[in-house]
């Protein structure tokens, strides 16, 4: 079964970093690249990163560029998401998903991303 875990979330203070994990299983990065989104209150989603674990794509929204940084554990199977500098507007529940590699780049739409794991709470105090 394809399955996508998001991990790591919690309480931090604004300034400070929190790593989260996305674990996934039953599907190789050879095929399929990682995203991360995130969804605020009232449902808006932004897509905030995207990792190519394979090749040199990488995703960053402006939001997030020089803050956050992507990582891939191929032992572990698990794609991190580092989060530093945080801001309360960085508070969301941030989800991963899997989007099959079909062209060079990074610019895949939302739509194109499927099982999506169970997200994990971010809250930056200020």
């Known amino acids: 079964d394809v399955q996508l875990q998001a991990s790591g979330g919690g309480l931090v203070q604004a300034g400070g970093s929190l790593t989260l994990s996305c674990a996934v299983s039953?599907?190789?990065?050879?095929?399929?690249?990682i995203g991360w989104f995130r969804q605020f209150p009232g449902n808006e989603r932004e897509r905030i990163s995207f990792?190519?674990?394979?090749?040199?794509?990488?995703y960053y929204a402006d939001s997030v560029q020089g803050r956050f940084q992507l990582f891939c554990d191929h032992a572990e199977d698990t794609v991190y998401l580092q989060m530093n500098r945080l801001k309360p507007e960085d508070t969301a529940v941030y989800l991963c998903?899997?989007?099959?590699?079909?062209?060079?780049?990074?610019?895949?739409?939302?739509?194109?991303?499927?099982?999506w794991g169970q997200g994990t709470l971010v809250t930056v105090s200020s």
């Open positions: 998903a899997r989007v099959h590699i079909s062209r060079p780049g990074s610019d895949y739409e939302e739509s194109e991303f499927h099982h």
């Open positions: 039953g599907f190789s990065f050879d095929d399929y690249g």
């Open positions: 990792i190519d674990c394979n090749g040199r794509d990488r």
